[in-house]
């Protein structure tokens, strides 16, 4: 897998990330399959390949390879300002990330307690939801601005759903670190904006 690929992949889990944010908040609405996914991507602290951190199917990157060529493509109109808002809040976090070794090592150690409770809780339960939400509160939140996500306020006052928009966006930047780590830079998004489009094209034919 070349690198350009693998960099169309990651990208497009921090856009999946926010559009799943988007669903919870503006519609109470959430794909659990989908969700278990993105949650695997944040334990899966080893993985053989970058497929691999989404249960090595392509077919679970559906929605956010068709949003990198709607955010990314020449047709202006279809872009989705709040999703961009999201993404480049994403990206911020992880850069900020990055340069705390201390929080890195931090986040490895709560993620690796997360990955010994598996042994007692289901990864979609309730139990590992909250705990990967207080990972995110704890470690990432302080990092930067809060990402002020936008919806229906009776929607998003409920407990569960705060937990799952909070698990989803460490999932988010846990596919910015990805695509940082495959080459990812800001200044591909700009110059080789056409080439990730075409890509992610190529990558929904195979699906």
Same mark, same amino acid.
């Given at each position: 897998?070349?690198?350009?690929?693998?960099?169309?992949?990651?990208?497009?889990?921090? @856009? #999946? %990330? /926010?559009q799943?944010? #988007?669903?919870?908040?503006?519609q109470?609405?959430?794909?659990?399959?989908?969700?278990e996914?993105?949650?695997?991507?944040?334990? !899966?602290?080893?993985?053989?390949?970058?497929l691999?951190?989404?249960?090595?199917?392509?077919?679970?990157?559906?929605?956010?390879?068709?949003?990198?060529?709607?955010?990314?493509?020449?047709?202006?109109?279809?872009?989705?300002p709040?999703?961009?808002?999201?993404?480049? @809040?994403?990206?911020?976090l992880? &850069?900020?990330?990055?340069?705390?070794?201390?929080?890195?090592? =931090?986040l490895?150690?709560?993620?690796?307690? @997360?990955?010994?409770?598996? $042994?007692?809780? =289901?990864?979609t339960?309730?139990?590992?939801?909250?705990?990967? $939400?207080s990972?995110?509160?704890?470690?990432i939140?302080?990092l930067?601005?809060?990402?002020?996500?936008? /919806? =229906?306020? !009776?929607?998003?006052k409920?407990?569960?759903?705060?937990?799952?928009i909070?698990?989803?966006?460490?999932?988010? %930047?846990?596919? $910015?670190?990805?695509?940082?780590? %495959?080459?990812?830079?800001? &200044?591909n998004?700009?110059? #080789?904006?056409?080439k990730?489009?075409?890509?992610?094209?190529?990558?929904?034919?195979?699906?």
């Amino acid at each position: 897998m070349n690198k350009l690929t693998e960099q169309t992949m990651t990208f497009a889990g921090i @856009c #999946q %990330v /926010g559009q799943m944010v #988007q669903g919870i908040a503006r519609q109470n609405q959430l794909d659990e399959a989908l969700f278990e996914v993105m949650l695997k991507s944040v334990i !899966n602290l080893n993985p053989t390949s970058t497929l691999a951190v989404y249960d090595d199917a392509l077919a679970n990157l559906q929605d956010g390879l068709s949003a990198v060529v709607t955010q990314l493509g020449d047709q202006t109109v279809n872009k989705d300002p709040e999703l961009t808002r999201y993404i480049v @809040c994403l990206l911020n976090l992880e &850069r900020k990330l990055k340069s705390k070794p201390k929080v890195m090592a =931090e986040l490895g150690n709560r993620l690796e307690q @997360c990955n010994r409770q598996l $042994a007692h809780f =289901e990864l979609t339960s309730d139990n590992m939801v909250a705990n990967l $939400a207080s990972i995110y509160t704890d470690i990432i939140s302080p990092l930067g601005t809060k990402i002020q996500v936008a /919806g =229906e306020p !009776n929607i998003l006052k409920q407990v569960g759903n705060q937990h799952r928009i909070r698990a989803l966006l460490l999932a988010g %930047v846990r596919s $910015a670190v990805l695509w940082r780590q %495959v080459g990812g830079k800001r &200044r591909n998004i700009l110059f #080789q904006r056409r080439k990730i489009v075409s890509n992610a094209s190529q990558l929904l034919k195979q699906i």
